[in-house]
């Protein structure tokens, strides 16, 4: 039996067959032409990419210029953002830290009459930002000495603005200072 036979037989028989092998063949064509043309330029492009910027990393670490590899910032960075999670207190602890402003403006022979405080949530975050504002009012070393003490707390402070301003009194001069805060607390229990 001869080729062409074959083929005429095997198209009598079932027609489906041939035509569903000449798709597939077409197909595959191409499926190759699309490889050939489009992937296998871009992985080039991408690998020489690569040893391009491994080569640079080389160079840069043999002048000393990259102490750490990307693995080794990265667990850095997780592990700071772990103390800073550590170190971001509950929001039960806002009458806490009010207490501690009002401590610590005793230390250093100060009294706060009133602090006003804004909260405002960051949900993605999941921090509840207090924005608080308040004065004190004595000599200059007191003053000095609360901003120390305040600098030198344990909870995350950030001092925003301080305004001075001096006034004479019976003798002595009084320098009043008002203060605005900002303060992070967990908005939900972790």
């Not at 949900?123 to 207090?130: D, K, N």
């Not at 001075?164 to 900002?182: A, H, K, N, P």
Request: hydrophobic share 40%.
């Amino acid at each position: 039996m001869t080729e062409e036979s074959l083929f005429r037989a095997a198209w009598r028989t079932s027609r489906v067959a041939p035509l569903c092998i000449l798709v597939l063949l077409v197909l595959n064509v191409l499926l190759y032409g699309f490889v050939t043309r489009v992937v296998i330029p871009g992985v080039d492009n991408l690998e020489r990419r690569f040893i391009h910027t491994q080569t640079q990393v080389r160079e840069l670490r043999q002048e000393g210029d990259v102490q750490e590899t990307p693995q080794q910032v990265f667990a850095r960075g997780t592990e700071d953002l772990d103390k800073f999670w550590a170190a971001v207190p509950s929001k039960k602890e806002f009458s806490a830290l009010i207490g501690e402003l009002f401590s610590l403006a005793d230390k250093a022979g100060l009294g706060i009459n009133q602090v006003s405080y804004t909260p405002e949530e960051n949900p993605e975050r999941g921090l509840l930002t207090y924005g608080l504002q308040f004065s004190v009012a004595g000599n200059y070393g007191q003053i000095k000495k609360f901003v120390y003490l305040l600098e030198q707390s344990r909870r995350l402070i950030i001092i925003d603005e301080l305004s001075l301003s001096t006034t004479r009194g019976e003798g002595r001069q009084e320098v009043s200072l008002r203060i605005r805060l900002t303060t992070f607390f967990k908005a939900r229990e972790q």
